[in-house]
């Protein structure tokens, strides 16, 4: 594949989407072009498929610019976790179509391999949910944010409860009387820290 150029980083994306949003189009475009890496990255997904490599680029890439168009920032935290769904959605409406008006396509025919390299059939892509590929990415995403607003947002004791209550840096999950007593305080207290620390944090992410 093609080298493409690096994502934007979450200041840079809320500076060009305010841009895009007041009317440039060379916000859009650096939009775009600063995201065609993660077409690339689900287009793996599908390699092996008998369309070009190149072709399957410019489906997903459709997907992309859609999703730059729809994108609202008040119902999703990145552009990059939305556009994953609609690129993904993209190649997926094209792989059926292609289905649809092609008797020589058979739903047991190989299309590509998945990450373990056994082969996968159109049925396989259209019987199971096309999040695999979008789940990683999103997970990768959202771990980035938790990491990153737990010093920002939260106290110190909210921190440590969220820590020891999830496994957050490598901790072993601990329930909320082990916290009590680590701790040194009650249960109820744990208990309450933690459901404000998570409303804190939820605010930060799109309802799923």
């Given amino acids: 594949m093609k080298t493409f150029q690096k994502p934007l ?14 009317g440039s189009l060379e ?9 065609l890496r993660l077409v690339a990255h689900i287009v793996k997904k599908y390699q092996g498929a008998p369309e070009e490599l190149d072709d399957l680029i410019s489906i997903g890439t459709i997907g992309l610019i859609k999703a730059v168009h729809t994108f ?21 409406m094209y792989l059926r179509s292609k289905k649809k008006t092609s008797r020589e396509v058979s739903l047991y025919d190989p299309i590509g391999t998945d990450k373990e390299g056994n082969e996968i059939s159109l049925l396989d892509v259209i019987e199971t949910e096309p999040v695999d ?31 020891f209550r999830y496994g957050l840096y490598g901790q072993r999950e601990q329930t909320q009387r ?26 930060f992410f799109p309802p799923s």
Avoid: F, G, W
Avoid at 27 to 35: M, P, Q, T, V
Avoid at 73 to 89: E, G, H, P, W
Avoid at 187 to 197: D, L
């Fill in 72 to 92: 609202d920032v008040k119902k999703a935290s990145r552009l990059s976790t939305y556009a994953a769904r609609c690129i993904d959605n993209e190649l997926l």
């Fill in 9 to 22: 980083t979450p200041e840079e994306e809320s500076y060009y989407l305010q841009e895009y949003k007041h």
């Fill in 27 to 35: 916000a859009k475009n650096i939009l775009i072009e600063r995201n």
């Fill in 133 to 163: 590929v979008v789940k990683e990415y999103s997970l990768k995403q959202d771990a980035a944010l938790l990491y990153h607003l737990l010093p920002e947002i939260l106290t110190k004791r909210e921190q440590e409860i969220i820590t």
């Fill in 178 to 203: 082990e916290i009590a007593k680590r701790l040194n305080i009650s249960r109820s207290y744990v208990s309450r820290i933690e459901k404000n620390a998570l409303i804190k944090l939820r605010s």
